[in-house]
């Protein structure tokens, strides 16, 4: 959309810079302290994004898709979710993507070893060591970017828990040194040493982890509907897209947790620079988002953003978009009310976790649960 707009505004010229996503909050965070945020920027969308909201750093958007005439092109359940993650305090990020998340898996595969969905979450792991004795990795895992690990502990947490398990740590109902939060975490551990993430998942990026998935070298991929366009690619995905099956994570017994309960994220939002805003932003801003929703919806993405000229979507993208409108209840991610102190602690200790035996899921979660409380001190 932004290379569109430039054919026809020949003074105006964007740069681009990338980082991992594990690298932006701290590269971020020195922008800020120096007043010189990019005019559009990643951040995680929960309270890592309130210290640039209570500074003044970052536009409030509804104020502004207000004065540009586009405030009716955002979905208000996308809205709602991103005012909620900042303590109601209004719209500071734009919802590029609305994601459910839960288990893709090969259905070739699960076929030839006569395996049915999992319902149950030992029906999962009884699947996965069927796998592993057919010498078939069961599960891709990311964990160089150590984000998707903690959505593994945070998946068993919700249906162990309940959807609103992170809400209830927030509020100080629960800790994590909980029972609970341990047995989550002492699951995913023992995923690992029984081979479940193959050797050395902590070295694999998201791109390799998709694409163990899509070679067929692994039987099962936690992710989200983000995933929706890589499986989309036929160059990439060597097993075919309609070889390609999801199933909501599965219940732990004993559990609170339903299966029409869902994490639900806006995925990688973008923010903008209150202090690099003016007149030009705000024409390229309206031009790229007043049609951001159709154009994302040719592209086989599912947004924040009305769709109002949907183009021809994939029969993925439509088993996805019935399982998002069946979600009875939302759940987030584990670290979607963390701060960026107690983000940075989840993630990297969570490859330490399924890394060996020296840290257990009791220091893990002591760890974490005593930077929450230094934080709240």
């Known amino acids: 959309m932004t290379a569109k707009y430039a ?106 070893l006569n395996i049915p969905e999992p319902t149950t979450w030992s029906d999962m792991t009884k699947a996965a060591d069927r796998f592993v004795e057919a010498g078939i990795q069961p599960f891709a895992l990311a964990g160089k970017e150590k984000w998707p690990i903690t959505r593994l502990i945070n998946a068993y947490l919700i249906r162990k828990i309940g959807p609103d398990a992170m809400q209830r740590v927030d509020q100080g109902q629960l800790k994590l040194t909980s029972p609970e939060f341990v047995e989550a975490a002492e699951e995913i551990k023992g995923m690992s040493f029984k081979g479940y993430f193959g050797l050395e998942a902590s070295k694999v990026d998201f791109r390799q982890a998709t694409d163990l998935f899509l070679n067929g070298k692994a039987a099962m991929f936690y992710s989200g509907s983000w995933s929706l366009r890589d499986f989309d690619n036929e160059e990439r995905n060597t097993i075919g897209a309609d070889q390609i099956g999801f199933f909501s994570i599965p219940l732990v017994q004993g559990g609170q947790g339903k299966q029409s309960e869902y994490p639900v994220n806006a995925g990688l939002t973008a923010s903008f620079s209150k202090e690099a805003y003016n007149e030009q932003v705000g024409q390229w801003i309206k031009f790229v988002f007043e049609n951001y929703g159709d154009y994302a919806s040719g592209k086989g ?33 584990f670290e979607a009310l963390f701060t960026t102190n107690e983000q940075r602690t989840a993630w990297d200790n969570a490859q330490l976790l399924i890394a060996g035996p020296e840290y257990s899921a009791v220091q893990y979660m002591s760890d974490l649960q005593a930077i929450i409380d230094e934080q709240s001190e």
Do not use: C
Request: glycine share 8%.
């Open 7 to 112: 054919t026809d505004q020949l003074h105006v010229v964007f740069e681009y810079e990338e980082l991992g996503s594990t690298e932006l909050p701290s590269k971020l965070q020195l922008l800020a302290a120096s007043n010189d945020l990019p005019v559009m920027f990643s951040y995680p969308s929960g309270k890592p994004l309130l210290q640039f909201i209570e500074s003044g750093a970052v536009l409030d958007l509804s104020e502004l898709f207000d004065e540009l005439g586009i405030r009716n092109k955002l979905l208000p359940s996308a809205v709602e979710l991103l005012t909620a993650l900042v303590d109601g305090k209004g719209l500071y990020a734009l919802p590029l993507e609305m994601n459910i998340e839960g288990f893709w898996y090969n259905k070739k595969l699960f076929a030839e």
């Open 301 to 333: 993405m599912i947004t924040g953003f009305r769709v109002t000229e949907a183009g021809d979507a994939t029969p993925l993208n439509r088993m996805i978009q019935q399982k998002l409108d069946s979600v009875t209840k939302g759940a987030l991610w």
